[in-house]
């Protein structure tokens, strides 16, 4: 059975007996939630589409400020997530999103979307968008004054397909793929992103890959992490 919310307003979980969940044209406003999940949490064997929703002021304790999931598919396009916090100084918490799946062969889709302020918390740890356990991409998405300190606005620990004409302004610090495959990454910028605490820098690829047709300006710290990426 397919589960649809649009134009829902107040926190959304539990989806039994759903196949799929559709979110459209949702707003989640100071929300607070004791589990998983501040605003959205999906956990399950459905498969969660969400499109042109908001997430501001969202916070959980735990995993996934605005939105937890962790599903057998995530597709998230033109969200935005404002002002969202997770975990406090825990790591790997997702300030905005916290996007997994059952099985690394499943996929996570994020792009067009819009992350703000997750957390402002001068020590907030990473990530505002963490990704583990599915295969995942990322595209035409900003990312803008997310403090994070010492790690990085965006971690994904996992099998890392696509990612292109993405943005990062006035971060403390850019994305770090850890753990994963060779990483590609193409028309990027990476403007203003001041690292406080001189751990990785603006980028880090542990896995290494390339780097094309990107702009680094006014960073502070390394720009490339590690030897083995290749800018071109």
Not at 120 to 131: A, L, T, V
Not at 227 to 232: A, D, E, G, I, K
Request: glycine share 10%; charged share 15%; aromatic share 12%.
């Amino acid at each position: 059975m397919q589960c649809d919310f649009e134009a829902h307003e107040g926190p959304l979980r539990g989806f039994y007996g759903c196949g799929g969940v559709q979110i459209k044209r949702c707003i989640f406003a100071n929300l607070s939630s004791s589990s998983r999940g501040g605003g959205v949490c999906v956990d399950g064997t459905h498969q969660l589409e969400l499109r042109s929703s908001t997430f501001f002021n969202c916070h959980t304790p735990q995993f996934g400020g605005g939105l937890f999931a962790h599903s057998s598919m995530n597709f998230v396009s033109s969200a935005c997530f404002m002002d969202c916090s997770a975990g406090g100084n825990n790591d790997d918490v997702g300030h905005g999103a916290y996007l997994s799946c059952f099985s690394s062969s499943q996929e996570t889709n994020i792009n067009q979307c819009f992350v703000v302020g997750c957390t402002r918390e001068p020590n907030g740890k990473c990530s505002s968008i963490y990704f583990t356990t599915t295969s995942q991409s990322f595209s035409r998405s900003n990312f803008t004054l997310n403090r994070i300190l010492p790690y990085e606005v965006i971690q994904s620990d996992t099998v890392n397909r696509v990612s292109s004409f993405d943005i990062f302004h006035n971060c403390t610090s850019s994305p770090v793929i850890t753990h994963g495959s060779v990483s590609y990454l193409e028309y990027y910028e990476f403007i203003g992103n001041k690292q406080d605490v001189n751990h990785y820098g603006s980028l880090n690829l542990s896995g290494g890959g390339d780097i094309r047709n990107s702009i680094f300006a006014l960073n502070t710290y390394a720009e490339v992490g590690v030897s083995t990426v290749n800018c071109v």
